[in-house]
């Protein structure tokens, strides 16, 4: 039987999405280390930004290079994790539409899969006892879940609380195959002190986490094809003869 084709363009579009900001990822870093301050300076606006389509805000260039040279890492880190996060919660939610109106998924169970949490652990049951991949990988999907609902709460922390450790952090992470949720050692120093500690995310984290999201998105199409479609063969970028085209994954065409 052949695969879903709703299935299957979903997660391309998704895995394209994921690689494509991978690419930019590495891109803008370059750029970074081979830019010069003085010319980035020149190219800023010279005294006000805008902040609304009516107001603008004045600023030293100056002092947006310097905390920009401070933190570019890590908020570039913030950025490119928000928009995998993003992708991969799209799909999920396209994933389950399919499933309902093809029959695989009851309304009653879709209607518990409302809140990216919920669409998460569904996720992680379906790759569950996988056999997609090598050894390797097939011994790798439990750290993959634990990669990818760690960079739910990271998100989460800076989407409702200023990019803040807090408690919710640590106790509302998703537990697989009896492994306790990733958790940073700066929350238990937030523990002890109840200081505001900013949750830290560097390139080699995001890099980690980016990549557990596409291989985490394997698995799952792999194993939505296999178990509701009855596909026993695994995608492959060389049997698809596909090449990584950037301008199509940078501007859809």
Same mark, same amino acid.
Not at 46 to 68: C, F, G, S
Not at 78 to 107: P, Q, Y
Not at 118 to 141: C, D, H
Not at 165 to 188: F, L, M, Q
């Given at each position: 039987?052949?695969?879903?084709?709703?299935?299957?363009? /979903? %997660?391309?579009?998704?895995?394209?999405?994921?690689?494509?900001?991978?690419?930019?990822?590495?891109?803008?870093?370059?750029?970074?280390?081979?830019?010069?301050?003085?010319?980035? /300076?020149?190219?800023?606006?010279?005294?006000?930004?805008?902040?609304?389509?009516?107001?603008?805000?004045?600023?030293?260039?100056?002092?947006?290079?310097?905390?920009?040279?401070?933190?570019?890492? %890590?908020?570039?880190?913030?950025?490119?994790?928000?928009?995998?996060?993003?992708?991969?919660?799209?799909?999920?939610?396209? %994933?389950?539409?399919?499933?309902?109106?093809?029959?695989?998924?009851?309304?009653?169970?879709?209607?518990?899969?409302?809140?990216?949490?919920?669409?998460?652990?569904?996720?992680?049951?379906?790759?569950?006892?996988?056999?997609?991949?090598?050894?390797?990988?097939?011994?790798?999907?439990?750290?993959?879940?634990?990669?990818?609902?760690?960079?739910?709460?990271?998100?989460?922390?800076?989407?409702?609380?200023?990019?803040?450790?807090?408690?919710?952090?640590?106790?509302?992470?998703? /537990?697989?195959?009896?492994?306790?949720?990733?958790?940073?050692?700066?929350?238990?120093?937030?523990?002890?002190?109840?200081?505001?500690?900013?949750?830290?995310?560097?390139?080699?984290?995001?890099?980690?986490?980016?990549? /557990?999201?596409?291989?985490?998105?394997?698995?799952?199409?792999?194993?939505?094809?296999?178990?509701?479609?009855?596909?026993?063969?695994?995608?492959?970028?060389?049997?698809?003869?596909?090449?990584?085209?950037?301008?199509?994954?940078?501007?859809?065409?």
């Amino acid at each position: 039987m052949p695969r879903d084709k709703a299935i299957r363009k /979903s %997660f391309e579009i998704a895995d394209d999405g994921l690689q494509g900001i991978i690419g930019y990822f590495f891109y803008v870093n370059a750029c970074k280390k081979g830019a010069i301050q003085s010319e980035i /300076s020149k190219r800023l606006p010279e005294n006000a930004i805008p902040v609304t389509l009516e107001w603008v805000r004045y600023y030293d260039r100056e002092k947006l290079l310097q905390a920009m040279e401070s933190c570019f890492d %890590f908020y570039h880190a913030r950025v490119c994790l928000i928009s995998t996060i993003s992708v991969f919660e799209s799909v999920l939610k396209n %994933f389950i539409i399919r499933l309902n109106a093809t029959g695989h998924i009851s309304n009653n169970r879709t209607r518990t899969l409302k809140y990216y949490k919920q669409k998460l652990e569904w996720a992680f049951e379906i790759v569950s006892g996988s056999v997609y991949g090598t050894r390797p990988m097939r011994a790798r999907i439990p750290e993959l879940c634990l990669q990818v609902d760690h960079a739910r709460r990271i998100r989460n922390l800076w989407m409702h609380n200023n990019g803040l450790i807090n408690e919710k952090y640590g106790s509302d992470g998703i /537990s697989i195959d009896g492994k306790s949720p990733i958790i940073v050692d700066a929350y238990n120093d937030y523990q002890k002190s109840k200081r505001k500690i900013p949750i830290g995310l560097y390139p080699e984290s995001f890099i980690k986490l980016c990549l /557990s999201h596409v291989e985490l998105l394997h698995q799952l199409h792999y194993n939505i094809q296999k178990k509701n479609f009855e596909q026993k063969r695994a995608y492959s970028y060389r049997a698809a003869k596909k090449r990584i085209e950037w301008h199509r994954l940078l501007t859809g065409i």
